[in-house]
C-alpha cells in the first residue's frame, strides 16, 4: 500500500526482523481461528514466559482451552 510507513519498513531495514511463525498446532486447525490467531497462539506455546496480546474473543477462547493465561 503506497505510503504505508509499516509495510515500507518492513520490506526495508526491517525486512531482518521478519521470521516464520512455528507450526501451528493440529488442536487449532480446527478451531474456526484466523490464520493471524492460531499464529499469535502458536508463538506463545514456543519460549516460556512468552506473552501475546489477543484482541479477538476466539482466540482469547482457545487460549485458555491450550492453558494460555
Same mark, same amino acid.
Request: proline content about 7%; hydrophobic content about 45%; some cysteine.
Given at each position: 500500500?503506497? !505510503? /504505508?510507513?509499516? *509495510? %515500507? =519498513? +518492513?520490506? !526495508? /531495514? !526491517? @525486512? *531482518? ?7 501451528v498446532?493440529t #488442536? &487449532?486447525? /480446527?478451531?474456526? &481461528?484466523? *490464520?493471524?490467531? @492460531?499464529?499469535? +497462539? @502458536?508463538? %506463545? ?8 496480546? +489477543?484482541? /479477538?474473543? #476466539? !482466540?482469547?477462547? =482457545? %487460549?485458555? *482451552?491450550?492453558? +494460555?493465561?
Amino acid at each position: 500500500m503506497e !505510503g /504505508d510507513a509499516g *509495510r %515500507a =519498513w +518492513l520490506a !526495508g /531495514d !526491517g @525486512a *531482518r526482523f521478519v521470521v516464520e511463525p512455528p507450526m501451528v498446532p493440529t #488442536q &487449532l486447525h /480446527d478451531a474456526e &481461528l484466523g *490464520r493471524g490467531e @492460531a499464529e499469535v +497462539l @502458536a508463538w %506463545a506455546l514456543e519460549p516460556p514466559g512468552c506473552k501475546v496480546v +489477543l484482541d /479477538d474473543r #476466539q !482466540g482469547r477462547i =482457545w %487460549a485458555t *482451552r491450550i492453558n +494460555l493465561s
